[in-house]
């Protein structure tokens, strides 16, 4: 098989260092762009090359893709902290759309094959459940607004310059690799760095939130393949677990695996969605998706990870731009 060169965005991080390894075991040449503000160098295989940059940074995109002249982009790269979105605007729409952009028009000028983009159910907002692909999205932070903003602006260039894209929408992913150290997203994640800490799990209001949390064993390599599935091309894919649990289940869940008490602090409840897990039926029928793994077993493959890379320090976000509201859990 021919080596075609691939763009992976985010490679470093958690979801992107996934989806790179799979694409490898395709038989692709992976390029990995990653400014390590969330991810780490020592995610990416060695058997793909490395770029320390930023999706921001116009004149390395520009050079990259005259460089390796990419057949296929996977664009992974984002700050996923829905809540926190909110709070730093700017940050949140330079990263997650104007960044998306870039790449957007260097595909088009390059002449890139398949554009997949990594969106989100936060663009259905609190919309019906289970949410689907055929669901007018309502987007409710500034996080969902980006992410369907970026959903618009691909099928806006498809019928202009015909770029063709595949949108995933996954969520609540969670496994080996995820920050441990990030305390503004990956509720899993906080919760085992905090378990290392000895510290109380930190549940903002009742803990009654619904989420289907999705092992990326399962989500990986169907991502990967789906360029190579001429049906899912100018399509929208929901990916992820079907059984939703709430967020004091999943505490329970994740304390059992850890080998602790359950102990939480609660804090006052957020401005979230507060029932959130979606339908699957398209993504298994044309891509063959099926979950495999269980929560408590993919929790529990985590949890031996993460028991081996030890406690993270958790760093407060210094770029806040609205303080007003902002959780008190965030501001300590």
């Known amino acids: 098989m021919e080596k075609n060169n691939v763009l992976v965005t985010g490679g470093a991080g958690f979801i992107g260092s996934h989806v790179a390894d799979e694409l490898l075991k395709l038989g692709y040449n992976i390029i990995v762009l990653d400014d390590l503000s969330g991810g780490f160098k020592e995610n990416v295989n060695r058997q793909a090359v490395f770029v320390q940059g930023s999706i921001n940074d116009v004149d390395l995109i520009e050079q990259l893709f005259n460089q390796y002249e990419f057949e296929y982009v996977f664009h992974l790269a984002a700050y996923a902290a829905e809540g926190l979105s909110h709070f730093i605007k700017r940050f949140n729409y330079e990263n997650n759309l104007i960044g998306s952009i870039n790449l957007i028009n260097a595909s088009v000028n390059y002449g890139v094959k398949c554009f997949v983009f990594a969106s989100s159910i936060a663009v259905y907002g609190a919309n019906q459940l289970p949410m689907s692909e055929d669901m007018v999205p309502l987007p409710e932070d500034s996080y969902g607004i980006a992410k369907q903003a970026v959903e618009q602006e691909l099928k806006a260039t498809n019928e202009m310059f015909g770029l063709d894209y595949i949108i995933f929408r996954p969520h609540n992913v969670y496994g080996e690799r995820q920050n441990i150290g990030d305390k503004y997203r990956n509720v899993i994640g906080i919760f085992m760095n905090q378990i290392m800490q000895d510290k109380p799990l930190s549940i903002f209001g009742d803990g009654e939130q619904k989420r289907a949390f999705s092992y990326i064993g399962d989500i990986a390599p169907v991502i990967a393949n789906s360029i190579n599935v001429p049906e899912s091309y100018g399509e929208i894919f929901n990916i992820g677990a079907d059984e939703p649990y709430t967020v004091n289940e999943l505490a329970k869940t994740v304390c059992d695996a850890m080998g602790t008490q359950f102990k939480v602090q609660n804090f006052p409840a957020r401005n979230e969605v507060k029932l959130a897990y979606s339908a699957h039926n398209k993504v298994k029928r044309i891509l063959g998706y099926k979950t495999a793994i269980s929560l408590e077993e993919g929790i529990k493959k985590m949890a031996d990870w993460a028991?081996?890379?030890?406690?993270?320090?958790?760093?407060?976000?210094?770029?806040?731009?609205?303080?007003?509201?902002?959780?008190?859990?965030?501001?300590?």
């Open 307 to 332: 028991k081996q890379v030890g406690a993270k320090e958790s760093m407060k976000f210094e770029n806040i731009e609205i303080e007003k509201n902002l959780p008190s859990a965030w501001k300590e």
